[in-house]
Structure formats: C-alpha cells, structure tokens
C-alpha cells in the first residue's frame, strides 16, 4: 500500500480556515488521493477526492502539490461538527476498493 | 434516501460462538465492502463485492470469516467460531461504479462486536 504521512492532530477554532496537510512521497501515477473523515460513533465519510488537479466540493477543496507527494485538505471555515479524524488515502484507482486509512489527524474545533 | 444500514449495532458474544452481522447498502449500490477497525487499530479493508460476486478478497483475515451477498443485495459477514481478537467494529460500505468522477464510498454506522 503507498503510504501517506499526517500530522497525529491539529486545532482550529470555529470559523477559522483549516489546513490539513497530507505528505505522500511514494505516490504512483495512477495513484488518487481520497479524504475521508470520521465524526465520534459514526462510520467514514467521504469527503473529497483528486487525482492530479485541485479540486473543490461544497465540503471543502484539495489542493495537490505540482509533484503530487503532498496534498492539503482545506476547510474554509471550521464548525464545530467539523471535529474528526481525518484520513489521506491513496489508492491505485478510484473507488473505495482496498482504501489504506492509517492513523489520520484528529480535528479539534475550538469555539 | 436510505442510507447504508448495519444489523446489529452491537453485539456481545462469547469465544467459539457465531455472530452474523448484516448490511443494507444503498438501493442500486452494486458495489459493497467490508472494512474492520480491531483492538483500536487502524481501519483495514476486508473484501469487496460487485454484485453478488467477491471481487477481492485480500483484507479477509482466515477462514474463520465468510461473507455473502446472495441475489447482490443485502450482504452478510458471518464469524465462526469467533476469537476474543475478533473484537472491534466492523464497518461496510456501498458505493455505485467507480470512475474519475464517482469515487464517494458511503458508509454505514457499524457493528460493535465484543468477544468474551
């Protein structure tokens, strides 16, 4: 599995802009890089996805390093239920067949 | 629109019984995984389904561990004979054909299991 490296956990306050970095040096070239987030008691949730371009949802937007070994998950104004572990996933296709979610950042929203 | 349903939400069995946890996923989702987090360990993929047809099978741990989808709609994930290691929540997920603008996997809530 190509590995992706996180910060164990990271602060915002509320209404603030997150940045959550993702360092991803083994990446192939049909590698795509997954964000899924997981709230207390609740199963993953997907959150965004790229594969070489940035990209943007009503959730949040991706930003993909030019070499593609790193990537930030952007949040543009944390809330509150925005408190999570966030996981960076690689996987060598889309879809969620085989997804490696590792430790993950844990999010903790200050309000 | 329903989402991805799991049965039960918990469960608590003794070593060397059998447990049979069971997941709805979204109507017309023909894609279905299995995902597990054990001891406070990291989520690991179990095996996924298309249709009624295991498609990988990689992440099952031994043979202890059976998964169906009989009909390629409900699937079930049966233990026997469970280990107390068995322990953890089991997590399954439904998702339509992957391609590059459709790769959102939804998740249902998890099945508690607790072996004693």
């Known amino acids: 599995d190509a590995k992706t490296t996180q910060p164990n956990s990271m602060e915002s306050n509320e209404e603030e802009p997150v940045h959550l970095p993702c360092n991803h040096s083994t990446i192939s070239g049909t590698d795509y890089i997954h964000w899924y987030r997981q709230l207390p008691s609740q199963g993953p949730e997907y959150v965004i996805h790229g594969l070489t371009s940035n990209v943007n949802n009503r959730m949040a937007s991706l930003a993909i390093a030019e070499d593609r070994k790193s990537s930030t998950l952007i949040l543009h104004r944390a809330t509150l239920r925005d408190a999570a572990v966030y996981y960076c996933?690689?996987?060598w296709g889309p879809g969620a067949n085989n997804l490696f979610f590792g430790t993950g950042t844990r999010l903790t929203v200050i309000p | 629109e329903a989402g991805v349903t799991q049965f039960p939400s918990h469960s608590v069995i003794e070593k060397g019984q059998t447990v049979t946890l069971r997941c709805d996923p979204i109507s017309g989702h023909d894609n279905l995984y299995w995902y597990r987090r054990v001891m406070g360990k990291e989520i690991k993929f179990l095996l996924h389904?298309?249709?009624?047809?295991?498609?990988?099978e990689s992440g099952m741990p031994n043979n202890r561990f059976l998964a169906e989808r009989t009909g390629g709609t409900y699937s079930t994930l049966k233990v026997q004979p469970a280990e107390l290691e068995d322990s953890g929540v089991y997590f399954c997920?439904?998702?339509?054909?992957?391609?590059?603008?459709?790769?959102?996997?939804?998740f249902g809530q998890g099945t508690r299991l607790t072996v004693v």
């Open positions: 389904f298309v249709k009624e047809s295991k498609q990988d």
């Open positions: 997920a439904s998702s339509l054909p992957p391609g590059p603008n459709n790769t959102e996997a939804f």
């Open positions: 996933i690689l996987s």
